[in-house]
């Protein structure tokens, strides 16, 4: 099991019937803790925020996660162990999932073959078959979301699984993962299963290579590879490469369900479109039951086993393929998503040289020219500071990464310093991105598209280190420093909290105001409020309030789909390489600050 998190001040000690151990991650819409119950069992237990609690929406989006859950809790043993929606902390307990990912094991002993292999593809369809029966997408299937128990593949992370409406509806929204993506994700077209199937396809091929079949040296150039080049499936044996080519059609129409696929590996006849039965996906399942690193016999054996068991009334309930679901992600304490796999992997395979148009204006110019212009936002130190030469920073920082994974050369790419007046730069044309603490907003979508989050903000204060002020109640009477434009003292006092304002001239004088005594807070954005901090090494902290949710996006012009998903996986791959915590740690680690490490849920790109 990956490190856990001690609990932080205001985390429950106990959900019903689990006391809290520790945190496995967090998201946008609530924390992931590791709960244990009187009697020993262990569960991931989500919990929605505080701050949404009385909003009736994210409390619907909450059933709704369980909902999911509860669908195919027929078809697998992770099942869900208790949960409330209505009282004062929503939460939802599932069994917890432990187990090396895929790509750890593929990482760590080489590529699938023969049985083992033979064994995983079946257990990955049934999964993947049971999960579609129970009307729902997974929408990022990847080697990360399959866990290899001693009893089986499992299938984890719903985080932006989507349940299917009556009339077949998923979504036009481009997330995933790039280097699994279907083409229709990447073209904004719709998105169902059959995006899962490609997904199974490519997952297959990674398995067997250790490589991803669409892998390129950055984001843009496994992007083209989906959507214009065929996979090289000469590494997978016969039986399964005919299967595969099927599920990597271009044309998701051509592309065979989970169901078919199921029934051709364990050597069923078509059945015109039949859906699959309790009883293939308990063959299926107990086909795939072996360790898949270590067991002996044959998947066709252990087929045929199940068949006879199958036929004589074996209950679907006790199917070893497992699915669980993660509406905020899938928690470390779940073998969830491992780092990402060294350069040299991806880019073990030649990268065609791209046509002349990859259907996106921004990575169009910028295969021309090699530059790209960034909006920033100066004056923030820590952020974004320019004092001679070039401006540094976090979000410098951050968009010199995306830059690089756009294929832009480092003298290529040109900072403008825009202000507040963020979406106005790319409205414009000032500016191709931005990246400058703006938060994603509905009323902002209708200006410009975000990719992103590259990262989670929170509303909070800074204070000195030994103030006492650790709560929002312990703000009450105290004096808290208001700079021109802040808006987080008005979320203070909506919550009845009665303070002393200590007016200042600008955030810096703020800082000022806290670091000589004048003030005893300083409140901001928390990224923000502690890069100012970080000057006076030592001797400020956050006090960990978090008032309100502030994700970060990148702003670029609105319906250039392709160069949007290409940013969201730069971002991803700065969470997944851990060069995004590195970046948290050099910028903000002189301030008693634990910020979000956890990559944020990607947003649909507009």
């Known amino acids: 099991m990956s490190e856990i998190e001690p609990l932080r001040p205001g985390d429950p000690p106990r959900l019903g019937d689990f006391e809290l151990l520790g945190r496995l991650g967090e998201g946008g819409q609530g924390v992931v803790y590791l709960g244990e119950s009187d009697d020993g069992t262990r569960a991931a237990v989500k919990l929605l925020h505080v701050r949404f609690t009385g909003e009736e929406h994210a409390r619907s989006r909450f059933a709704r ?19 409330d929606l209505d009282g004062e902390t929503p939460y939802i307990a599932s069994e917890l999932i432990d187990g090396p990912s895929l790509r750890q094991v593929v990482r760590r002993d080489g590529p699938l073959a023969g049985e083992t292999l033979e064994r995983l593809a079946i257990g990955t369809a049934t999964a993947l078959a049971a999960i579609h029966r129970a009307g729902i997408a997974h929408r990022d299937f990847k080697p990360d ?70 892998g390129g040296d950055t984001i843009v150039a496994t992007l083209h590879r989906v959507i214009n080049h065929e996979a090289d499936l000469s590494a997978l044996p016969d039986g399964l490469r005919e299967i595969v080519a099927g599920c990597l059609a271009k044309d998701q129409e051509r592309r065979p369900t989970a169901d078919e696929v199921l029934r051709r590996l364990l050597g069923h006849p078509a059945q015109d479109g039949a859906e699959v039965s309790d009883a293939e996906l308990s063959e299926g399942a107990q086909a795939a039951t072996a360790d898949l690193t270590r067991g002996t016999g044959t998947a066709r054996a252990r087929a045929t086993s199940a068949r006879a068991a199958a036929a004589g009334g074996i209950a679907a309930a006790a199917l070893a393929v497992a699915v669980a679901f993660a509406q905020f992600g899938s928690p470390s304490g779940a073998g969830g998503a491992t780092a990402r796999p060294p350069a040299t992997a991806a880019a073990s395979t030649p990268v065609p040289t791209p046509s002349p148009s990859t259907g996106s204006p921004l990575l169009d110019r910028i295969a021309r020219t090699r530059t790209i212009t960034i909006g920033y936002r100066g004056g923030l130190p820590g952020m974004a500071l320019k004092r001679s030469g070039a401006p540094s920073g976090f979000e410098i920082d951050v968009a010199r990464r995306i830059a690089a994974e756009l294929k832009v050369p480092a003298d290529g790419v040109v900072f403008k310093d825009v202000g507040i007046r963020r979406e106005e730069a790319v409205e414009s044309g000032a500016v191709d991105l931005v990246v400058a603490n703006l938060s994603i907003t509905e009323g902002r979508r209708g200006r410009v598209a975000f990719a992103g989050p590259y990262y989670l903000a929170y509303r909070d204060v800074l204070v000195r280190k030994g103030s006492g002020i650790s709560s929002l109640e312990d703000l009450r009477g105290r004096r808290v420093c208001v700079a021109p434009g802040t808006t987080t003292t008005a979320l203070i006092r909506d919550r009845g909290i009665a303070f002393e304002a200590v007016e200042a001239d600008d955030m810096a004088e703020c800082a000022d105001r806290v670091a000589d005594g004048t003030a005893d807070a300083f409140p901001g954005d928390d990224l923000v409020v502690a890069g100012f901090g970080a000057r006076e090494s030592g001797e400020f902290t956050i006090a960990g309030l978090r008032l309100r949710r502030e994700p970060y996006g990148v702003a670029l012009r609105k319906g250039d789909r392709l160069a949007c998903a290409a940013v969201t996986g730069a971002i991803e791959a700065m969470y997944e390489d851990g060069s995004m915590k590195e970046l948290l740690d050099r910028h903000f680690g002189a301030v008693g600050f634990r910020p979000a490490t956890a990559r944020p849920r990607p947003e649909p790109c507009g």
């Open 65 to 83: 996660e369980l909902q999911a859950a509860r669908r195919v809790e027929a078809f697998c043993t992770a099942r869900v162990l208790a949960a």
């Open 145 to 214: 979301n399959v866990l290899l128990a001693s009893d089986g593949p499992r299938v984890v992370d719903f985080g932006i699984a989507k349940i299917i409406d009556e009339s077949g509806t998923i979504t036009t929204r481009a997330v995933g993962t790039p280097a699994y993506m279907a083409p229709e994700q990447i073209a904004g077209d719709r998105v169902g299963c059959p995006a899962d199937v490609f997904a199974w396809g490519s997952t297959m091929i990674f398995a067997a290579t250790g490589r991803a079949p669409f």
